[in-house]
């Protein structure tokens, strides 16, 4: 990780917890976010100039991932605005529904803040619509 990396990932800490999230440094390039009143919680990661954000929404058996549900995940008028789903192998036959959005980083300025703020809202935003999507899954 280079110094501006960390410098960053200080900067985003801090912007965060100013905010109101609670935030915890999980490795040197990730974080993760935490709404105090909902209690759901974002992973982010930095990799060289882009901070990659991802909330869990569900885990489930990899039997429950049908071409019907994958169907409403893709569809454009499902809720979900600004996010996009993401599956990934939880192990065990388990499969991780994650909800996940970017945003390039340039100078840490006003425009980088609010583009990270609106990145962070979008996920808690978009994550009640999913719920109401996956609702009918065993988890």
Do not use: W
């Amino acid at each position: 990780m280079t110094p501006t990396a960390a410098a960053t990932m200080g900067q985003i800490h801090a912007l965060l917890a100013e905010r109101g999230y609670e935030v915890q440094e999980t490795a040197p390039d990730h974080l993760k976010i935490r709404d105090l009143s909902s209690g759901v919680t974002i992973q982010t990661v930095l990799q060289g100039e882009i901070l990659f954000l991802t909330l869990t929404c569900t885990v489930v058996p990899q039997s429950a991932i049908t071409a019907e549900l994958m169907a409403k995940m893709l569809e454009a008028d499902n809720g979900i605005s600004t996010s996009h789903f993401q599956l990934y192998d939880a192990g065990q036959g388990n499969v991780a529904i994650t909800l996940n959005n970017f945003c390039k980083l340039q100078e840490m300025g006003p425009d980088d803040e609010d583009d990270i703020l609106s990145c962070v809202h979008f996920l808690f935003v978009d994550v009640m619509s999913a719920r109401r999507l996956l609702a009918g899954l065993v988890s």
